[in-house]
């Protein structure tokens, strides 16, 4: 089976897919403006570090309160960092626009996903802003 087009041959290509379309559907929540998809997927006691501070879950799923934040997005580079049995580290490349922004901006991100049930569950999630 291959994994995505970004994927390294030693990532599990099945683990990178399934973590990429998870971290891709935090993404579209935040595009759409849905705070029920954004809070399903983060595990009630999520960590973001961004470049102005740290912030819970309900600091990620309250900025959805007027609307969408994203206009347009793209993920590339992705690859996994296995953390054992049930849990993994997935880093990317992103690109997006804000609503109303026009330029558009890159992070380096890294998001830990555990296992939760027979889905996946988003732990914490760091965004380093890229340069240049």
């Known amino acids: 089976m291959e994994g995505p087009p970004d994927a390294r041959p ?24 849905d705070a ?7 595990a009630s006691g999520f960590l973001g570090i961004y470049p102005d501070g740290f912030a819970g879950r309900d ?4 900025q959805l309160a007027r609307g969408p934040t994203v206009a347009e997005f793209h993920l590339d580079r992705a ?7 049930d ?8 690109r997006f626009r804000r609503v109303g922004a026009e330029v558009e901006e890159a992070m380096w991100v890294t998001s830990v996903w555990q296992r939760d049930g027979d889905g996946w569950i988003n732990l914490l999630s760091q965004d380093t802003p890229a340069r240049g």
Do not use: K
């Open 10 to 33: 030693d990532d599990p290509p099945d683990l990178l897919g399934t973590l990429l379309s998870r971290e891709t559907a935090v993404w579209e929540a935040l595009a759409c403006g």
């Open 36 to 42: 029920a998809a954004d809070r399903a997927a983060l």
């Open 59 to 62: 600091d990620h799923v309250g």
């Open 79 to 85: 690859r996994i960092t296995p953390l054992g049995p």
């Open 87 to 94: 849990r993994a580290a997935l880093s990317y490349h992103a």
